[in-house]
């Protein structure tokens, strides 16, 4: 598999009513996210507002988790409720969200009936290891794989990769393999990951 690393240099950062976002990856590759033809997007918004309002994709579904500060949510005609960090949401891009709280999220989007995918957070205490994989197999509609981790804390070694992870720093494989990946902390860390199902 093929890595790539990127970092802050290669991420696109744009302001918007709430605070900033930082684009870290996207699909296809080039592609603009204020066109809203894109297949999916990996990002990380900055919230400075105490109470602000989602931007409306009904194209895609999304899924969000934050990374510092807490986060509250409703949904729809849904009850308020309190995100923690590093705890994944999913909900439908097109329903009315208002948020409170100011803080630093992650989130992925994905253009509906074109691919799937999923989060989940990685919590490696010091000197510890562990066999990552994707926490659901490829749908039989959707057999290729996109693989992302993303170092929100501390740093990690992926030894069979020969990559190195620290904090703000992205992993990204557009062409995945069905296998586990070993990582490795000596401080201990904190990630989020990501698996994108596309055909």
Known sequence: MEWILLAKEDYITTNWSGGTTTQLAIAPEGAVYADRDF??????????????DFTPLPDYNRLIATLKGGLEMKVGEGERFSLAPYQVYSFDGGVPVESWGQCTDFNLMLRKG???????????HAGVAL??????PAPQEFPCRTLALYCG?????????????????????????DRPIRVESVKGAKLMTAVVYTR
Not at 45 to 51: C, D, I, M, S
Not at 114 to 124: D, I, N, S, T
């Open 39 to 52: 297949l999916w997007r990996l990002s990380s918004a900055g919230v400075e507002l105490e109470h602000s």
């Open 114 to 124: 074109q691919c799937q995918g999923v989060l989940q957070a990685l919590e490696l």
């Open 131 to 136: 066999d990552w994989s994707a926490p659901v």
């Open 153 to 177: 804390e501390g740093e990690v070694v992926l030894p069979q990769e020969g990559h190195r992870l620290q904090a703000g720093q992205l992993l990204l494989c557009r062409r995945g393999e």
